[in-house]
């Protein structure tokens, strides 16, 4: 399979959202102009997008849903456990380890790491809290490659070389504080504070401005 | 003040970010040069977009830390209360509920609606929920444009169609799902587990791929 443009990878959880839906309502076939109508992206790039997967629809019938949920599962990576430690259990950090949601889609995160004394040796939701000088010790016991990064902004980027330095390969960043790392490292950004801000922005701006859907 | 570009919008966060860490440091100017280093922003696209938002910096000397901070902080909203409602304390919404750091960038979650009778009529983090069919009562009460969606994935267009119809004006959709709403109502989206599949996906490409550090 090719190389998927980020576009389009961007656009496959709609798709797959819908089906769910559908599955869910007792249905078997989508059209592309359903898959339209329920995601406003327009037809002929709804093909596009699932041709990129190896989708290919049915004339007059459409999509199959469930082998549509089984390959957009598949491929997103949802259908597979990625293990994972989270840095930072504090507010944001505590918060993801409470989403259950997370483990849905394919995440789990079998510690955290903290410095604060009155949460080190305590679990989080089930999960253990250690401190982060034990990364090295958790990181030969468990085979992780995913960090979540949700530790205030003064620390980040020193926790984030340590992630890097004992071996994590992939950094989700919650923080809003845009990290340096290594070329072959994955950096994911998703700062809530930051889309708050489009939010706040975008409603202020409401009058004569048409509305935005944005990922 | 011109219509900020969305770009433009997305980067100011984390020049904020850095303002913010190095103001706890004690320094009190900091030039583009600084700032492109801290963002792998280019000087000169840093330069575009503080005077976007009437911030120039002074020959030799940079900007001024305090300046950018009262400006930035004001200019995406973090300075000013915006109420918001919360639909859906399941997983995620909980979750939400207890991160208290989206109170110090703006955002004040004042009632959660809710159909679980186990859940309505409690409180969550000091918030408390309501039955959905209580919107309208509450929304005469509080000034509230702001909704949050946590529901799951069938109720999701329902619950934002009630929303709209009493007079929410943003939805912050943190569901899988594209949600239809009328032109003049804003919709920011942030689907933590879209994030997951991109993370997923980079990771599992990593080999010889230049890392990715994307909002």
Redesign the interface.
């Known amino acids: 399979m090719e190389?998927?443009p980020?576009p389009t990878?961007?656009r496959?959880?709609?798709y797959?959202?819908?089906c769910?839906?559908l599955k869910?309502r007792g249905e078997q076939y989508v059209s592309s102009t359903r898959l339209s109508k329920?995601?406003?992206?327009v037809a002929s790039q709804i093909a596009k997008d699932l041709s990129c997967v190896n989708i290919v629809g049915r004339t007059r019938v459409g999509y199959d849903i469930d082998n549509l949920l089984e390959v957009l599962e598949n491929f997103?990576?949802?259908t597979r456990i990625?293990k994972a430690f989270l840095f930072g259990a504090g507010?944001?950090g505590?918060?993801?380890l409470?989403?259950?949601?997370?483990k849905q889609?394919?995440?789990e995160v079998v510690a955290a790491f903290d410095t604060s004394p009155r949460i080190i040796g305590h679990n989080v939701a089930g999960i253990p809290v250690y401190h982060i000088n034990e990364l090295e010790a958790k990181m030969r016991r468990h085979n992780v490659?995913?960090g979540i990064l949700t530790v205030p902004?003064?620390r980040a980027q020193e926790v984030a070389d340590k992630m890097v330095v004992w071996g994590i390969?992939?950094i989700?960043n919650f923080?809003?504080?845009?990290i340096?790392?290594?070329?072959?490292?994955?950096?994911?950004?998703?700062?809530?504070?930051?889309?708050?801000?489009?939010?706040?922005?975008?409603?202020?701006?409401?009058e004569g401005e048409?509305?935005?859907?944005?990922?």
């Open positions: 190389k998927v980020e990878l961007r496959l959880p709609w797959l959202s819908v769910r839906l869910q329920e995601t406003n992206i997103l990576g949802f990625h507010r944001l505590s918060a993801l409470n989403d259950t949601g997370l889609f394919g995440l490659k995913i902004i003064d390969k992939a989700w923080t809003p504080l845009r340096k790392v290594p070329e072959n490292i994955v950096v994911q950004n998703t700062s809530l504070y930051a889309h708050l801000s489009l939010m706040f922005n975008r409603l202020e701006g409401l048409p509305a935005t859907n944005d990922i």
